[in-house]
């Protein structure tokens, strides 16, 4: 655990303020886009009636959430590209300090800016997913107790069947960098039989990845399925239901289900992260 603390504060000196700022933005842009449905769902009832005013609500919330989400992918491309600069550095030194062979040194100063792209877009992408869980939870409930109740419960077996993903994942994930590792050295000798059977090894390291996210992918479906179609029986049965309100509900049972659908990708990252941190450790 110590490597990780060490090679993570690498990431973060000298520019914690900049990391800071960026997932501030970020938080605002996501508290923006959770009232999206619900403002859209009255310009739908107001349009209705012939009134437009809702409209001018739903437009002002999306370019507020425009003019952020502009902001922070201008801010963090600067952030993030001057952070990777400096750790790919401190990994060579590092690595040529403790003299590693120099396909073991290129690997890894390729595979420290697996370490950037996750505090790019892997953790933003969990940031986004625990906005939308709860945030969408929250404002089902509100609609109907019993959806929101489906949605909690969903999450057990999806549970699970990511912590089986998790496991899996891992193991895959050591064994594709084991060979991205010994790329260099399989490249530098131009034996075209050990060339081939290096690439065909990766190959083989990435099938086994997708079929593994394609198994968990099918079997997480088949209860979201079942979701969405208790959901749209429960929203369109109440005397008072509405276009507006229907298509808000079922907009926040999308949101719900879009965290949902991208913690196998979130975990399949994190485990790659791992294993990375622990070469580079």
Not at 95 to 112: K, N, V
Request: some cysteine; hydrophobic content about 50%.
């Amino acid at each position: 655990m110590e490597s990780s603390y060490r090679i993570y504060a690498r990431l973060v000196r000298g520019n914690g303020w900049r990391i800071t700022l960026t997932y501030a933005l970020l938080a605002i842009e996501l508290a923006l886009e959770l009232s999206r449905p619900w403002l859209w769902g009255l310009a739908i009832n107001a349009l209705l009636i012939a009134n437009i005013n809702g409209l001018y609500l739903a437009a002002g919330q999306h370019v507020l959430a425009v003019t952020f989400g502009t902001i922070r992918r201008r801010f963090d491309t600067r952030t993030f590209a001057r952070i990777y600069a400096r750790l790919a550095a401190d990994v060579v030194l590092d690595q040529h300090a403790r003299s590693a062979d120099i396909s073991y040194i290129a690997a890894r100063a390729r595979l420290s800016r697996e370490l950037v792209d996750f505090l790019e877009r892997d953790l933003y992408a969990l940031v986004q997913g625990a906005f939308y869980l709860i945030g969408a939870v929250t404002v089902i409930h509100s609609m109907d107790a019993s959806v929101s109740l489906a949605c909690v419960s969903l999450m057990l077996p999806v549970t699970l069947l990511n912590m089986r993903y998790a496991k899996l994942t891992l193991h895959l994930n050591r064994g594709l960098n084991d060979r991205i590792e010994k790329e260099v050295a399989s490249l530098v000798k131009a034996n075209a039989a050990r060339v081939q059977r290096h690439f065909l090894a990766l190959t083989r390291w990435r099938v086994r990845l997708s079929d593994a996210d394609a198994n968990n992918f099918l079997a997480t479906e088949i209860f979201i399925l079942a979701l969405i179609l208790f959901a749209l029986w429960r929203f369109t049965g109440t005397p008072a239901a509405d276009a507006g309100s229907i298509f808000a509900s079922m907009s926040y049972v999308g949101m719900f289900l879009a965290a949902l659908d991208n913690i196998p990708r979130l975990i399949e990252q994190t485990s790659k992260i791992r294993d990375v941190v622990r070469r580079l450790g």
